[in-house]
Every structure is written in structure tokens, then in C-alpha cells.
């Protein structure tokens, strides 16, 4: 499942090259999807892309699942907007304060939890999960409860207030793009290649001096750190959050984005979580049947195409056109 | 706190305990036999309750009939699962079989939502609803249909895995599934059995707490993460000590519903189910002489 190691200049130019034209691409995008509405659904693609990137270290880069990520997003959005609006605090303080404690405390319980592993691991991050979405409800003269948290404030930059779709727009693609470029950056580095081996065989990394529970709780906490910046820029851009958006189904909808992209691979998870913010959108008539896709794609990715399409599109190409080339030898 | 409160919280906790031990088993059966844990577990639970439902008002077939016929298409669909779902797996690494569990899972949730729509949908007792007091406090005959029949299926589940061949090559599969199969067991056929009993457990707990609870397409979801807690608590054992973990477990859930507050029932199943991971992974009763990998 892990990715061969590239080395070598030509492998990094070519991955500094897909980069600068996927931003260029980023950037230019709104210039052709004009209109409120799809700006809407592309901040969201931006966020859940995030999101997907955040699960993706653990998941796919270090092999530990998390069945509970929803809980360290909405811990992430619930902090930024009580301490902006009950204290008043400014945006841009409030985000990376909620960031380090949200990391610190996955630092902590990710010693316990991370100890577990396969099933094992992802009941015990799915219950975690759980005890923050019930959290969020019960709490109710913090976070409001059931009816959720209004008034929170948009973010603001040198006199401009990002309270537009298209300002969001490019708030929330800036912040993906920083995001991304750290993980491709990670992932190529001396951390990744340790965290591919403890996903392949964490006896095997520790024995070749790979500190596999320090690091796998590092990522953990890494991990848990970007969702709660996805989170607090959800909270100032949608300047309303209420429970439901953190729930269960929601660490399985991101899981569902890792799965489908492919694991271990960044724009896989890009892919994943355009399509699946996507979907609902184009299924329209289909309200509340998504759940049913869902379920679906995740079991026929899973045994068709366990690489994701990231890996999956090309190798049925390559099939596709192998079959055609024996017919005509033939 | 008066005594007959706490009685009361306590006989109430008791049956809803009896569930969590019914889906526990179910989930500990398919464990031992393949390593997998089922996240789909909670689902067949729906689908028991959903079914019995159908098969009275639809079908108009009197309740003898209704639970059998409930039971029979719930296991079908078990088998269905292992068939289509499992069996087929290229690379049944674990965390592939999380998400393909997880997959199922959703997928009958929406396509129950699909057939029975999102309301919750009641089912009758199964004889009347007149009360019983004991002591200070009161029970439902249904809470007795709960815990007798739980106790049947226990004994059953006893006699089947000491006293028959199947059984005995049921739990020489849990012990070392590839010295059973060079002993001669069909592992393959055991672990379609393990689906087809604990789908079929699943379904009875879901068909006896429906009067007391009403059902819907949803109600899967909470009952197996508690039924899998129960689990835990037993040791992933098919037997009495996850029996008396959903048994704690109910009755804790209950009196810390009652006592301290309702709004966080839910989360003191999921307390303990991490508690019970981080400091005693071999279950409340095990030696610790093992590793849950």
C-alpha cells in the first residue's frame, strides 16, 4: 500500500511541478465557477480536502485508523468559537490556541489509544469519537447544545473581512494548499519513509531504530492538530456550528474520502473528498439515499480497488489497453 | 437515594444488560472464528426488529410465526454478507476489513431507511403490558420474555459449542484456525456458521427489546457499539463473562442514567469500553496472558 520511495531530482521536480500547476488550477478555478452556490461547495471540497489529508497521514502514511477524526474537527471548531465569541478573542489567535491544545490532547490519550491496534484501535478512536459528539450536545452553556453556536466571527485580514463565498474561496484554498504542500513534504522526508515502515512492519522499523509508539502518537497528534484548523475555519467561515456536523457519520464520510482517493497518496485525497462533497450535489434527487453510496462505493473500493482511484484509474487503463494490444497480436 | 429507585434502575438496567449480551456474543462468535470484529453486528439487530414489525402488519402473520420468519430473513442476510462481502476479500488485512464492515454496515442502515422509511416504527409486546411489582419497584412482562430468553439462548449457545461436532470445530477454530484446518475442519464453512449464528442472535435481541424500546432503521448503530462494549468487558468470550459484561454494563448505564444524568448515558458505555481497552484489554475476567493484536 505504501508508495515506493522516489528519489533522485528529477522525481522531486516533477512532484514541485504537479504541485505549482495544481495551485495554479486552485487559483484560477473561480474565475470559471461563477455564482454563490458552487463557490459554496468548492470551500467545502477545501475543507473536507483538509480533513482527508489530516486522516491520511495516520491512516494511509502510518496504517493506524481513526474512526473518531469528526470529534478533533468539531473540538477544533467549537474552541475557536467559544473563545471568539464568549471571550472575545481574535480569530487569528483563537484558531492556533485551539490548534496546540487540540493536538496536545491527542498527545495525550494518543499514547493509550494508539497501544491498540487494528479492530482494536478503531473502536477505541470510534468511542472517543462518540464521547466528543456527546459532549458538544450536553455542554449545552458553552457550546449551545443540540441548537448549535451562532455569531461566530469571520476572519479578518488587513481590513478585509473574508465573509464573501469567493474570499472564503481563496482563505480556505490557501490554507488546503499550505496543508498539502506540508504533507507531500512530510511524506517525502525522512519522517515518512519511518512512518511507511512502521505501516508495513513496526517490529522491523523499531528494529532499525524507528521510535514506532513515539511516532505513531506524534502523527496522531499531528493529525488531530490540522483537523482542528479545518475546524476553526469552518467555524469563521460558516460563522454557525452545531453537533450534528461532528458526528459519527462524519468520520465515516472522511474515512469513505481516504478509502476512495487512495491511501497513502495527497491528491488522492484531494480526489476523494471532491467527489464526495461532490456527489450529494449531483445526486439531488437522491437526499438521503447518499448514505447508501456511501456504504456501497466504500465495500466496492475496498474489494476492487484497494488502492484507491488515484492507483485504480491508471492500472484499469493499463488493463484496458493491454486487453486491446493481446487482441491484436492475436 | 431511596432503596426502590435504585431497585427499580437496577431490574430495568438488568434487561437492557440481557441485549448487550445477546449482540456481545454475537460479535465474539464471529471473532473467534475469523478475527473479524463486525461492525455490521448492531445492523442485524434493526433488521430483527424491523422485520417482526412487517411480517405482523404486512404479512398480518401472528407473532409464533412473525419471529421465525423475522429470524430466518435476518440470517439470510448475514449469510448474504459473509458470502458477498467477506468471503470475497482480496486482502483481508485488518484495517481493509474495518471499512468493508463499516461499508455493510451503512449500506443496510440506508437500505433499511430505504425500506421501512425513518420513522420509528413500535412493536407489540409480546404478552400484554399489565406491570409487575417486585419490591418497591416495577417491571414490564416483557422485561421477563427479555431475560428468559436470553438464558435459553445462552444454555443453547452452551450446549452447541461443548456438545456438538460443529461447535467443538467452531472453538478449535478460535483456538488456531490453521491447525484446525490441517486437522480437517472446513475453516471457510465454520466462518459462514459464525455469521449465520450471530446474525441470527442479533436479530433476537433486536426482535425481544423492540416493545420495550420501538425501532427504526437506525437504532443498530448505538445497540452494537454496546453490545461490542459488553464484549470487551467479557474478553471477547462467547460465553458467561460477556454475559455478565452486558449485564454491568446495563445496569451501570442505567443507575448513571437515573443517578447522575441522562444526557450522558450514552457516553458511560463508551468510558468504560476505553477504560477497559487502555488498562484491561484481556476483559474485566481474563489473565493477562495475552496480546489483543
Redesign the interface.
Known sequence: MAKPIRSGSDAMKRDFLLFIGFSVLVMLAPQYFRGGYMMNVLVFVGINTMLAIALNLL?GYA?Q?S?GHAGFFGLGAYLSGIMTTTFSLNPWLAMPLAAVAVGSLAFLIGF??L??????L???T???G??FF??F??TYEWTGGPSGLSGIPYLELGGISFNSDVKSYYLIWGFTLAVMLFALNLASSRVGRALRAVHDSEVAAQVLGVNARLLKVQIFALSALLSSIAGSLYAHTMTFISPTSFG?NFS?EL?TMV?IGGLGSIYGSFLGAALLTLLPEILRGAN??D?????????VM??YM?GGLVRGIPALFRKLAGRKGGVDHA | MQFDQILQYTLSGLSTGAIYALIGIGFSIIYNATGIINFAQGEFVMLGGLLTMSCLTVLKLPLWAAIPCAIAVSTLVGILFERLAIRPLRQPTPINLVIITIGGSILLRGLAMLVWGKDTHSVPPFSGDAPIAIGGATILPQHLWILAITLIIIFINKIYFYHTISGKAMRACSYNRRAAGLVGIDVKRMVLFSFIISSAMGAVAGIIVAPLTMTAYDVGVMLGLKGFCAAIIGGMSSGLSTVIGGLILGVLESLGAGLISSGYKDAIAFIILLLILFFRPQGLFGKADSERV
Open positions: 491512516l496504517g485508523i474512526l493509550p489509544v497501544k491498540l491496534k487494528g479492530h482494536y478503531a473502536m477505541a470510534l468511542g472517543l462518540i464521547i456527546i459532549i450536545n450536553e459519527f465515516i474515512l478509502v438521503d439515499y448514505i447508501i453510496i456511501y456504504g456501497g462505493l466504500l465495500m475496498v474489494m484497494p
